[in-house]
Every structure is written in C-alpha cells, then in structure tokens.
C-alpha cells in the first residue's frame, strides 16, 4: 500500500485488513496517534484522511491506501513551532493528560479547514466523537473557538511573580505535539509481548492443563507464567498487612477478570489479540457473591480467611449523643442511598514495559505512584527495594485507578524470569474487568434539625462493598466516617462504615475515596432539612457552615482557611439568579421541567491520619540551571508545573531556568503518591522548602541577608542586597552525580494524630472546602436530565495556577455528572466504552468558576488541594436540582432515564391516591 | 495471512461471493468494534471499492442510495423534506468520524435492533436492492432485517442498493432518538415517520417506525391506521398501547421494557408532532 503521511511518501506492505491505527504507531512510528479503545467509542486515534477525521482504529490499511493522512505529528509548522490550534489548546489549558489531546486536535483542524470562526454548537457537534475524562471539554471548546485570534503564548511570569500566574503548562508542549511519550509509546523492538488469562467468571475454582505443551504447539508463544514462577511473594495489596491479592491466582480465582496466567508472545500477534481461547484451563464456577447484602448474609461463603462475615474492616467516628439529639429533634429527616462501581475511564489503558539490567530490573509504566510501585515489585520479586527502578511513562489519565497495581507485576516477573524486555498493553474490556472501581455504596443516614434550622445531630451507616481485595477499601471506611457530617457543625454525630467483601472487582482509589458517595446521602438529607425549617437550602447551609474554631466530629479544632461560608457567601447572587430562571422557565407548562441544586463539601488532604512525606530536591549546577527532582507524578493535573512555579518564587529566580527530573525513583526523592488531593498541598510545601534550603545556602556563602535577589546567569549566581553585590561562581564548587553543586532538600509531612476508637483525633492537618450550584432541565415524560450550568466555589486556599484550578474543576464537575446520571459499571455487560457512559461534549454545562483564597498557614503560599474536592459536590447539587425540578428524591445513582422516569411515575401515583 | 479481497467491480465481488465465505466489510464501524479482544482468522471482502455502490440518484421512481453511501454523504446530499428523519438520524450516529466512514448498507446487513438508520428508512418505505451472480432482487426493508443481527440475504448476495420510493417522498419527515447522552450513544428507543396529507389537510398516510424496541424495528401498523383521516394537529392525542403491541421491547442497561414501551408513545407523539408543524 502507499499512503501518504504528513507529506511523506511510504510504501508499506501489510495485510489489507491492519487497523490503520496500528500502521501509523507501529509500522511507521508515529505513536502522537493514541489508541484508547480500538472500537470508535473514544475517538483518541482521530487523524484526518483526505481532509476528514476519521477513527484510525476503524480504518483498515486497505482503504487507506492511495490517501493522504494528517496525524498530530503533522500540525505543527516546519520549523517545529506550534500550528495555530496547538497555541490555542496551550494557552488555554486545553490539554490535561493530553492522551485525547491529538485526536480534539484533529478533529478541530476538521472543523476550522471548513469554518474559521465556529459557534460552540458547531465546536460540539465536530469534537462530539472524542471523549476526554480530564477537562470537562470547557477549555477545549474556548481553546478551539479563539484559534482565529491567534492571541500570544502566555508570558512568563517575571521571577518572584511565578505562584499565582496563568502559567501555561510546562509539559505542554509535547502533549500538542504527538512527542509525548505514554506506557505504550517507548516499547523497545524486542521486547516480548504480555498477555494475561483471566477468568471469565467471578468465582470459580480452577486447574490448569499442560501448559508448557500448549506452549509449544501455540504459534508465536515464547513461554506461560504461572503462579509458581513468581520469584518472591504471590501477593500485593496497598496496606503492608492486607496484601491479599495474588499476582497469579493458584486454584481460585473471587472476581472476573482475575489474573491466572501470563503468555508471552515473541511479538505483538498481527491478528490484534491471537486466540488465547484455547488456553488450558478447567473453570469450577460457583455462584457469586454479588452486592453487600449478598457478602454480610450469614450463609455466604468466606471470601477471605481473616474476614469472618466478609468485612473487611470497621469505620467509626462518634462524639456527642447522637441518638438522644435525634430523639429529642425537632425534625429528623432519613434516607437510604446507593451507587454502583465507577470506572475510572481514563482514555490511557493499562500500558508500559520493562526489562532485567544485571542484578536489577526496570519499569517504565504509566503510573500515580512510582514509590509504592517500586515497593510492591521489589515484594513479588523477592529483591530490596534499592533493585528496582521505577520510571512512570507520561499518564494518559489516572482518577485513582493507577493507584493500584496492573501491569506492573506481570511485566516485572516476566522481565525478570525471562530475563527479556517485555511490553503490555491492556485492551480496553480488560482494562474495565481487571482493574479497581469506585466503591459501590448502601448509606443509611438521619439528619436531625432543630425548629430554628440549626443542625443537631447526624446518624450514618455506610457499608461500602470493596469486591474481591482490600485494595483501597481501608482508606474508605476511615476516610468516609470523617467526612459523613459534611463541612457543618454537627455537636451529635455517630457516623460509622463497613467495607464488605464481594466477588465484584476489587474496589480501589477513585476520586474522593467514598467521600463522594457520602455526600450524595448527607447533602440531600440537608435539602430535605432546609425544607422542613423553611429555610432557603443555600441560607441553611451557610446558617450551619463550618467555621474558623470549630470544632469537628473528630474533635479537631480548625483554626484557619475554612473557606465555605465565603464560598456561600459569593455563590449568592448566582444562587438567586438561577432560582429566578428556574421560576421563570416553569411558569410555561410542559414535560421540560426547571430546577436549581446546591451541594457543600469537605475533603481532607492527604492521608488519613497516617505519615504522608514528601521529599522534593532542587539542584543548582554549574552552568547557572536548576534542575528540580519531582517525584509528585503529573497524571495532568499538573504538579509539574505547579511545583516548578512553587520553587521559583521561593528560591527567587525565574521560571524558565528550571528543568527536572522526573519520577524516577533512581533520581527523584520520595514525594509519595499522586493521590488524596495532597501533591498541591504536601510536595508543594516540600519544594518550597527545598527552594528556600537552596536560597539560604546562596546566601550564607556571600553572608547576605534575607531580602537579597538572586540572579542567576550563565555559571554564576549574583547576590544582590542593595548596592552590595556578590557573585558566587559555580564552577568553583564541587559537583555531585547528579552534576549539582548546591542542592536544597525540602521535607514536608502534613501534621496529624491518630484516630482512637471513636474517630477521636487530627485526621487531616488541612482541609479543602467548596460549593456548587447546578441548573438542570429535567424531561418529566422520557427521565432524561440536562444540566444546564453550574457555578463552583472552590477555597483553594491559594490557587497557584488558576487556570489549572479551573481545569481541575471543570474535570471533576464531567466526573459527578457522569456519576449522578450515567456511569454504572455492571461486570461483563459494560466493559468498554459504548455500555459504559462517560459525559461528551454535549453533556456537560457551562461552568463558572469562583476560586476563593482562603490562605492555609502550612501549605505553599496558602495553597491546599482541589483533585478531589472538584467532584466531591457536584452530583448533591445535581440530585438537588432534580428534586427541585420534580420533587423527585432519587435514592440512587446514576439517575438514568428508567429509573427516573419511573420514581417520577411513582411519584404521580402517589399524588394521586 | 488471512485473504483480503478489494475488488473494483461489483462482478468481481459477486464472483468471489459465489465461490466462498466472506466477512464482507464496508465503513469497518461495526467490523472492528466487534473484533477488540480477538480477530478471528477470516476471509475478508472490502466492498468500497466498488463505484456503483456508493452515491445517491435521484429520479422519477425515488431515489437510490447506494450501500455504500457514508452518513456524511447523506447529510451532505440535497434531499427532500421527507429523508428529513434519514438526515437527522444521519448526524446523531456516533461521533462525525463514524459518520465519515459508516455507511447505510453496512448499518442495514448488521442488522442491530438499534440501527439508528433502519426507522427512517422504514418510514420511508425503503426497499432493498441484493446482488448474486444469478441476478438482482429487490425486497421490502421490512422484510429484509427479520431480527437480532438476522437478515435475509442469502450467503452469496450482496446488498448493493436502498431504494426510496417517489410515493414515499411526498411529505415531511421527523426522527428522534433518545439515549443516555448527547454524543456517542446507542439508542433507547428512535422513531421515525413520514406524513402525506390529503388535499382536505388530513391524514392520507402516515409511516411511523420504532426502533430499539423489538429484535428489528418496526412500523407501528395499527397506529398508522388510527391516523388516516384526522387532522395533522390532532394526530399525538390519539396514541394508545394498543398501537405499540407489536414491540418487544428488552431490558439491558440502557433501560428496562416498561421504560422503553412509555418512551417509545412518548417520542411517537412527539414526532407526529414535529411532523404536523413541518405538514
């Protein structure tokens, strides 16, 4: 076949039936094409083909012979700088993650080659096929609609101007520009190719055939791993003494999807995924526990041999006498809630490679967290930990679900005991079976009032059902109990948990750590409050709203940067804005009904009452560059440039003399996981200190005083107080192996006391706050909702890059539409992209923004964390919404059209009994 | 290497389907979705490039849409009010890549009760057009999608053509679909019609079809029946259950069959709707 690409001319021979999206990458190695389902459901492999954007996974090489191709590697000018839309996606923030990065980008080149100056209908309507699970598509949609501007990069910040810029992304420019290198982009030729064999049932006993005969007569197989071949401990799990998932299961297997074998290809099979079907394995299928109350009843089989009565573990939290508060309440509002497994969803599936080096092995994996990686490998390969080396690929998206291991002990056995490079790939069914989910929920709450709306008393029993592994389940049920009063004060509160083994897939880190699933419950409690004292939802909140000096149910006193009143405060006028619309719209009669939803979060950053460290170092060579060592992972939420913008203003020197090294833990500190809403928070505060240990070492050499500028030039730093100048002169001090002849250290661990008992204790040292108000349309008639808009109120505590904050918001808002009204991961019917719904272009409202900069004393500049808080109200203030419209209360979520249809119908007949 | 076969002429085609089994592959929107975790070792006969399938003629008889033909080339096409519900059905297909490459004849022989083609096209009285070696035939649309993935066409025939009809052209034509987000959805349940109105203003004929709803969608017979003779304004008001009897509707996660049943009277009574104002 020929084709022509980017104006190169190839001539390739392959079968007629390849996907085009394989000739590209693999053939001809342009990896800026990125493949997240291989089934036209994500639209992450967009190219143009002859001037149309098309799925490059849905083309076979056959049809794309003789035309002409455009891939993101082709945008850009000649001379390498960034094509029109590139600029825009850039100064914008459009990209986060950037693996759907390349495919809005071609799609938007599709779009602006027939219209230049596109309504943001028109922006949908051509961008509609790609999916992102980063952005919220808002800064895509401005990012495509102002290309015809051609407005200036951003300029950078002036030193000492850094914190608090519109910085544009530092790592931007590779995600623009295909060069970007994610887990399945840097496989090296000879590496072998990973499969697994899973189970196709969730509980089954099994026994596995002549495997090495079968082997041998499988064309292409180089060699099957089982559970034998693991060289240390078949086991990993996140909490050191709950490691209770095997790498390889031995003779059962408690989910769908669990892992029993490993098949090594010589290479990757041409035929996409070669028959593995034929695998000798017998199956014993047993009927499965399936649900909480399935897992809790007395006559369910033991799941785990430490779990009688497959809990896991316990959460509590209790002060007061919440029973005698509610007894004596003037209102007690209850309900009972539940939600379903979440996907994470991230456009990236499970991916990287790895190989032996001597005594040592190697991992270049897509990854939150390289250090735990590093641990668990060292673990299953029987081998300290200073023998293996972690190096996280660029992160195509992460939410959590790259908290927990995937890939990265198949490979790191299989590199070892072969003693070849190895690659692997999930595809997309897998990635959905095998990994960790979101906590499905069963919440039983009373909220009590008293006549003047002053919260009395809460009463919360989460039981969280975990599936087959502890995986994150511990931090759910400690994290959850916290966090179930909500930001209010609440005198009587006895909140408590249960994680319940299950054969579902193991339920993991997902954005929130069951937070989000608690407010659900307490935030619609609150709405039913307000109503039974005749308060405004919003007043009542703000009447109830935590303050500084409070103190909470864990009996932790919060001193400063309790920011919710003030996001309250300023919600106002948007609050009564959109009740005014609401009231307007719903004076015309019709199906389409109008409503307005508040919901109010908490969220503390970083571990729960555990040690949760960073380490961050700042190098200062002889040639006059910084090179900063960034263990905090960027999953493109953007520690990278945020903690670069950190450094700067605190060491005082410019920003773009800063390069780093990073996560890779040979050569970065242990800046611990990408996760809990914490790097902003923890490693930002880290490499503060880092740079001002570096800073007070620049002045301790020429004695200068606290207000001294630095500048720093080629193979010299100038010491500047006044008219006093010094020069240090670099090339007189002794580098070390890292080539620095300064470096500065920062260690920061946030704070916190252990809970007792009761959940008495600091659990947090700091604690995001915030609010969002949602406008829906709901069509009473069909059950379907629109959200309109939303405005979020975010105390950031000092927003370092507002427009990643925003970013982050809007990000987090895509992920609670997506579960209030559609995400429902149901093991073996929605495992891709066309079952499972995530929210497109089309779904999602148009977001406001109100950052409140309510400063934390510890954190970098004031600054805390906004990962999770982002998600956390959204969907509250969405079910609000739909009460609003409907009076509907939903008991569950996703509120999808059926269900909601039929608690409408439901409803009616009630009414008119 | 598995045998992949592009002919250039339909005669070729049609050779090797009489002598073999073929995957016969079109826009690929079906063909690869449905081979992510394992290709199996088949034979595959790529029909695009074969001329006469692809494009769209009119004259006094109808219209012919070749089986080839993309979404966008029927979003792109000059038609009459009546392909109003085939344009818009056209556009809602998953994303505008899909709709680049899928085409009508492929969406047809996949034959998924959730075709978002297949109303339209049955509301617009679509015949089709097959090819063997022995010859051409030409059967209702209706009669030729017969269930879940299940049609008609004998194993050496090919669908080379969709054929509108002039009488079926007349009027306007409406299509709604309802699924669980804006972009990139399945259906729940879509409904298509098409309307001819007497020289008194009244109904003379009304083509509503309903899909997702039963193993392939269908013409809601009695329903078309009530209709003739009222007014355009009047037609939503006198929908009952009875004239949805025909539908099957299943439950799977999209939504449940009494779900499904409600949603299809709800979108029947908004397109008639639509098409008493476009009437």
């Known amino acids: 076949m020929r084709i022509i690409v980017n104006g190169t001319d190839h001539t390739l021979s392959c079968d007629g039936g390849r996907r085009l999206s394989r000739v590209l990458r693999e053939d001809l190695g342009l990896t800026g094409t990125k493949v997240g389902c291989d089934a036209g459901d994500c639209g992450a492999c967009t190219v143009l083909m002859d001037g149309r954007q098309v799925c490059a996974c849905l083309v076979p090489a056959a049809q794309a012979d003789g035309s002409v191709i455009t891939t993101v590697e082709g945008l850009a000018e000649e001379d390498g700088r960034l094509s029109a839309v590139q600029r825009a996606f850039h100064r914008h923030g459009a990209a986060q993650c950037g693996i759907c990065t390349p495919g809005m980008l071609m799609a938007a080149q599709d779009l602006l080659a027939r219209e230049l100056h596109p309504s943001v209908r028109q922006v949908q309507d051509a961008l509609g096929g790609v999916l992102c699970r980063c952005t919220g598509y808002q800064k895509i949609v401005e990012a495509v609609m102002d290309v015809s501007s051609n407005a200036p990069d951003p300029a950078m910040p002036e030193s000492g101007a850094a914190v608090g810029a519109r910085v544009a992304r530092l790592d931007g420019v590779g995600k623009l520009d295909g060069r970007e290198l994610y887990g399945d982009d840097q496989r090296p030729a000879d590496a072998l190719w990973l499969r697994i064999i899973r189970s196709p049932h969730a509980f089954a006993h099994f026994e596995l055939g002549d495997v090495d005969a079968w082997a041998a007569t499988s064309s292409g197989v180089a060699a099957v791993l089982t559970a034998s071949d693991i060289p240390g401990a078949n086991s990993f799990g996140i909490y050191p003494t709950l490691k209770d998932q095997p790498v390889l299961a031995e003779s059962f297997v408690r989910y769908r999807g669990e892992a029993v074998a490993i098949v090594a290809f010589e290479t990757r099979p041409a035929g996409e995924e070669t028959d593995i079907a034929s695998f000798p394995v017998t199956w014993t299928p047993h009927d499965a526990v399936v649900g909480t109350e399935a897992g809790l009843r007395a006559d369910a089989p033991r799941l785990h041999d430490d779990s009688p009565g497959n809990v896991l573990i316990r959460g509590r939290v209790a002060s007061g006498d919440a029973d005698a508060a509610l007894a004596s309440a003037a209102h007690v509002i209850s309900g009972e809630f539940r939600t379903g497994f979440v996907e994470h969803a991230y456009i990236e599936p499970e991916s990287g490679w790895a190989r032996k080096i001597g005594d040592r092995v190697e991992l270049r994996v897509s990854t939150q967290t390289p250090y735990m990686d590093r641990d668990e490998v060292a673990h299953v390969l029987g081998l300290e930990q200073t023998r293996v080396r972690v190096i996280p690929s660029a992160v195509g998206g992460g939410f959590g679900g790259k908290l927990d291991q995937s890939v990265q002990l198949p490979l790191a056995v299989a590199a070892w005991v072969l003693n070849r490079p190895v690659a692997m790939l999930y595809h997309r069914p897998e990635s959905m079976a095998a990994t960790t989910k979101r906590h499905p929920s069963h919440i039983t709450a009373k909220l009590g009032v008293d006549a003047a709306g002053t919260l009395q008393a809460l009463s919360f029993h989460g039981v969280f059902d975990t599936g087959a592994y502890a995986s994150w389940g511990p931090t759910v049920a400690g994290r959850v109990p916290v966090h179930a009063p909500g930001p209010y004060r609440l005198p009587h509160v006895t909140a408590t948990s249960a994680a319940v083994y299950t054969n579902g897939p193991p339920s993991g880190a997902f954005r929130g750590f069951g937070v989000p699933q608690a407010a659900i419950a307490t935030e619609m409690l609150m709405d039913q409050a307000a109503d039974c004292v005749g308060l405004d939802r919003l007043e009542f909140r703000l009447r109830n709203a935590l303050r500084a000096g409070d103190r909470t149910a864990t009996g932790q006193v919060i001193d400063a940067s309790v920011g919710l009143a003030a996001c309250l405060e300023q919600l106002k006028p948007h609050w009564a804005r959109y009740l005014d619309e609401a009231a307007t719209a719903n004076r015309a009669s019709g199906p389409v009904r109008t409503g307005v939803g508040i919901g109010c979060m908490w969220y503390g950053c970083g571990n729960t009452a555990l040690a949760n460290p960073s380490i961050m170092r700042l190098g200062l060579r002889a040639d006059g560059r910084l090179t900063l060592y960034n263990g905090a992972v960027d999953i493109g939420q953007g520690t990278y440039t945020i903690m670069a913008q950190i450094v700067a203003d605190a060491l005082g020197a410019p920003l773009d003399r800063i390069t780093q090294v990073f996560g890779d833990t040979d050569r970065t500190a242990d800046a611990g996981k990408t996760s809990a809403s914490r790097q902003t928070f923890v490693s930002g505060k880290a490499s503060e200190l880092a740079a001002r240990d570096l800073r007070a070492q620049l002045l301790r050499h020429t004695n200068a005083g606290e207000d001294a500028e630095l500048v720093f030039d080629d193979g010299i730093v100038m010491v500047i107080e006044g008219d006093r100048r010094r020069a240090i002169e670099l090339s007189t001090l002794i580098a070390n192996d890292d080539g620095d002849v300064l470096t500065g250290e920062g260690s920061f661990d946030p704070p916190t006391e252990p809970l007792d008992a009761n959940g008495q204790g600091i659990p947090y040292a700091t604690y995001a706050f915030a609010a969002q108000i949602a406008l829906v349309r709901v069509d009473t008639e069909l059950g379907t909702v629109k959200v309109e808009k939303m405005v979020a109120a975010h105390d950031v505590g000092r927003a370092v890059n507002p427009t990643l904050v925003e970013g982050q918001i809007h990000g987090g808002i895509a992920q609670g539409l997506g579960l209030a009204l559609m995400e429902e991961y149901l093991p073996g019917r929605t495992e891709n992209l066309h079952d499972y719904l995530i929210p497109t272009f089309g779904d999602m409202p ?67 009994e | 290497m598995a045998a992949y076969l592009q002919p250039r002429a339909l005669q070729d085609a049609l050779s090797a389907m009489s002598e073999g089994h073929w995957t016969v592959l079109a826009g690929g929107t079906d063909h690869f979705p449905a081979r992510v975790t394992h290709i199996p070792d088949e034979a595959i006969l790529d029909v695009t490039a074969i001329p006469e399938l692809r494009g769209i003629s009119k004259s006094n008889d109808g219209i012919r849409i070749g089986a080839t033909t993309t979404w966008t080339d029927l979003v792109e096409a000059v038609l009459p009010a009546a392909c109003r519900g085939l344009t818009a059905a056209a556009r ?188």
Not at chain 2, 206 to 224: D, Q
Not at chain 2, 259 to 270: G, I, N, V
Request: with cysteine.
């Open chain 1, 846 to 912: 148009q977001i406001e923004c109100l950052l409140i900069e309510d400063p934390e004393p510890l954190g970098p500049y004031g600054a805390k964390g906004i990962g999770e808080p982002a998600l956390v109200p959204t969907a509250p203030a969405i079910l609000g919404a739909i009460r609003h419209a409907t009076g509907v209360v939903c008991p569950q979520v996703p509120v999808l059209p059926h269900r909601l249809r039929a608690w409408i119908k439901s409803q009616n007949a009630e009414a008119a």
């Open chain 2, 92 to 279: 809602e297909i998953g994303g505008v890549q899909i709709q680049n490459r899928g085409t009508i004849g492929g969406n047809i022989c996949n034959a998924s009760p959730a075709a978002d083609g297949i109303p339209a096209l049955l509301s617009l009285d679509a015949q089709v057009e097959l090819a063997s070696v022995s010859g051409h035939r030409t059967l209702p649309l209706s009669d030729f999608v017969i269930g879940n993935r299940k049609t008609m066409a004998k194993p050496d025939e090919l669908l080379v053509a969709i054929h509108l009809p002039a009488a079926a052209l007349t009027g306007p034509g409406a299509f709604l679909k309802l699924g669980a987000r804006k972009y990139l959805v399945i259906s729940i349940v879509m409904v298509a019609g098409t309307l001819d109105l007497a020289e008194d203003g009244t109904i003379a004929k009304a083509r509503i079809a309903v899909g997702a709803c039963s193993a392939a969608a269908l013409r809601m017979t009695a329903l078309e029946t009530a209709l003739v003779g009222l007014r355009p304004a009047d037609a939503s008001e006198h929908l009952n259950a009875g004239h949805f009897a025909g539908l099957s509707p299943i439950e799977d996660p999209r939504g449940d069959a009494a779900y499904r049943s409600d949603a299809a009277m709800t979108l029947t009574r908004r397109c008639l709707a639509h098409l008493a104002e476009a009437a």
